[in-house]
């Protein structure tokens, strides 16, 4: 085991596939000399060169596309956008070519690309560069939807996306790269659609993704210590393929079930949960799933209003005591 | 009010091009590819005809865009191009996918949601595909495969096999901004990639002269990105050979992008549910004298040909359209098996364990 940050284990997981496979290729703004604005793609310049690392025009189009292109013709790109706001300015590419492609040609291609992007907000970057964006990929259909929480998932989980024949949209929490953690030595590789149950509890059962798996696990903990409630807490990790067995096994043990998101409130991944909980654990609910979000508005910037904005410790921790009185 | 007609293109390329001496087929291009072009638009300009007749019988469904009138361009660079080579094009794609070897029956069956599609019914008139053929797609969303083009390009320079991307597109396409970012960008990395503009006069039922602020919608661009403007005449087989053979080879050899103008113009309107009455009186007739099949096969007589060679041609390409038809007819519709078989790469559709 060795401590990596959030922001190490990109460049670790992208340096492991490359290493191991030529086919592996990466582009985006400001990623090879400049090692990525966010620092996370700091020396694969220097060990794969410029054939492989390539800076790109500010063209998320013409980005996408040639990730796109490459992928149907033999290579496993990986792109970056710097911001998950400017899928927006490259939304045709990733709403309506790559993932349609495969089934609109009847499966004459495959799509085995890595769309990596720095996601959501804490950082007081404004409404345009702190979008929690996880839902708008998660309703296309063909399209992968990954959002680690740890460094060690960080690197296990994108080495899985780059090794795995479909097109995964892997949105990287920015507030957590400077975040350390241990991660395994070697060759360190985890499977797609799995949750992890990183708490064990038996009054409720919380639902987490990314930055608010941290914040999750910090409110079990003072349920536990003020009001002796005892918390499971589920980190989702990836929403298409969703583990829909690990997540209703936890709703079930408890019958009390909490989503946390940093999306905005209207159609959050956590709606969809709730949805599929009630037509397939409604007889095991003690309560009906109450979903903790950001509110339904843009993101201010200033550090009073975010914290307000995003579901913070205290309100996980309110909202459960409050749910289960 | 009435437009007033614009007059066909003199075409630089053309004007280039070998006098019509009237001897035999010994210069660059040579009786082989002669005869393949012909055959080639020929196929093109019957299986869309085929294809407007079987909406009027409301046997094809959707949209469909037809490229009758545009043949010259699609068969001068497939026959220029490679066996391995790629070709992007739009939803005005069935001409594209069909010179790069894919069967009439196949392009029919799609067109009419039947097993036999080429794309088993799942993509319709304006996704054919054919990537055993090197025909990578047609795209319906205007500007998107510029980038994809240039992706392929890049794979191509990366393994270093040689493989040359064609992208095909409208002179519409020359306003949105992918068309733009794809150029740029192929241009810095000296992609081998070739872009080629169809400009057929009207963006979807508008002029484009009214709506770009400049003559050639791409030609007037190229500068833009270092490369230099290309006009051809997109009604002559041959000239389009010639500027398609030129810049595949330059693309081949690491001399980058290239990106042509093909001046043409549709017969048909922009789609089945347009007449195209919005062109002024006149033009389709004038644009007619300039019909490329007609001009082309009075060039294979001057080459002298025979009648008898020509007309064999026409008459074995109406057999295939004809024999295509009725196979497509035949086959039944796709099965619910399809509906939800290869989302992913394993072949399924889950979206949860």
Known sequence: ?325 | MARKPKAPAKSKAAAKAPANSGSRLNDDIGEDKRLKMFQLQLEVRHLETRAHDLFLQNLVKGTSHLAVGQEAIASGFATAMRSDDYTFCTYRGHAHTMVRGASMTAVLGELMGRECGLLNGKGGSMHLTSVEHGAMGSYAIIGAHLPIAAGAAWKSQYLGTGQVSVCFFGDGTTNIGAFHEAINMAAVWKLPVVFVCENNLYMEYTPIGDVTAVEHPAADRASAYGLPSIIVDGNDADAVYRVARDAIEMAREGGGPSLIEAKTYRHFGHSRADPAKYRPEGELEEWMKKDPIPMYRQRLLDFGIGENVVSSIEEMVMKAVDDATEAAKASPEPGSEYLFKDVWADGGASWRN
């Open chain 1, 1 to 325: 085991m060795a401590e990596l940050t959030y922001r190490d284990a990109v460049a670790a997981a992208i340096a492991q596939e490359m290493r191991r496979d030529e086919t592996v290729v990466f582009l985006g703004e400001d990623v090879a000399w400049a090692g990525g604005v966010f620092k996370t793609t700091v020396g694969l310049l220097d060990e794969f060169g410029e054939k492989r690392v390539r800076d790109t025009p500010i063209s998320e189009q013409a980005i996408i596309g040639a990730a796109m292109g490459a992928a149907m013709t033999g290579l496993r790109p990986i792109a970056e956008i710097m911001f998950s706001d400017f899928f927006a300015v490259c939304w045709d590419l990733i709403a309506n070519q790559i993932p349609k492609t495969r089934y609109m040609t009847s499966g004459q291609v495959i799509m085995p690309l890595v769309i990596r992007t720095a996601n959501g907000g804490g950082v007081r970057f404004g409404a345009q560069h702190s979008q929690s964006i996880e839902n708008w990929a998660m309703m296309i259909p063909g399209l992968k939807v990954v959002a680690p929480s740890t460094p060690a998932d960080v690197k296990g989980l994108l080495a899985a996306s780059i090794r795995d024949d479909d097109p995964v949209i892997f949105f990287e929490q920015k507030s957590l790269y400077a975040d350390k953690g241990e991660v395994p030595d070697g060759e360190y590789v985890e499977e797609l659609g799995k949750a992890k149950v990183l708490r064990e509890g038996t009054d409720a059962t919380i639902i987490a993704l990314a930055a608010m798996v941290p914040r999750a696990m910090k409110a079990a903990e003072r349920l536990q210590a003020e009001d002796g409630i005892s918390a499971s807490v589920v980190d989702v990790r990836c929403l298409v393929p969703l583990d829909t067995q690990t997540i209703f096994a936890e709703i079930r043990k408890t019958g009390r079930a909490f989503t946390v998101e940093e999306n905005p409130r209207l159609c959050g991944w956590g709606a969809e949960i709730s949805s599929l909980a009630m037509e397939e654990c409604f007889w095991d609910l003690d309560l009906p799933l109450i979903r903790i979000t950001t509110p339904h508005i843009p993101l201010p910037s200033a550090d009073a209003l975010e914290d307000e904005a995003l579901p913070s410790v205290e309100r996980i921790y309110n909202t459960v005591r409050e749910g289960l009185d």
